[in-house]
Nanobody, 118 residues
Framework: QVQLVESGGGSVQPGGSLRLSCVVSLSGFSLYDMGWYRQALGKQRELVATINRGETTTYADSVKDRFTISRVNAKKTVYLQMNSLKPEDTALYYC????????????WGQGTQVSVSS
């Protein structure tokens, strides 16, 4: 059974930091492209950051220079370091794993809540 388990969410004040973790129970984890997505109340889910199997990263413009995605394949874990948090970052954050095979594979975690407010 495939599982992606996020942790590290919480409530912080503007300017604070959080580090999200996603532990993945997948064989061949190093071959998967990983990503973090978020969905704010009343909005569509959006891509936050990705890191592929070659550890190339991408970021949404809204989080660039504040967030950092990383992975440790030996631990089957993906991280999202979030600094200088803003109220606009408040959302449910989801971990995603993709593998472009036949058939393709696409897995999601349950989400972890991040709330940024005074």
């Amino acid at each position: 059974q495939v599982q992606l388990v996020e942790s590290g969410g919480g409530s912080v004040q503007p300017g604070g930091s959080l580090r999200l973790s996603c532990v993945v129970s997948l064989s061949g984890f190093s071959l998967y492209d990983m990503g973090w997505y978020r969905q704010a109340l009343g909005k569509q889910r959006e891509l936050v950051a990705t890191i592929n199997r070659g550890e190339t990263t991408t970021y949404a413009d809204s989080v660039k220079d504040r967030f950092t995605i990383s992975r440790v394949n030996a631990k089957k874990t993906v991280y999202l370091q979030m600094n200088s948090l803003k109220p606009e970052d408040t959302a449910l954050y989801y971990c995603n794993a993709k593998y472009f095979a036949s058939p393709s594979r696409d897995y999601w975690g349950q989400g972890t809540q991040v709330s940024v407010s005074s």
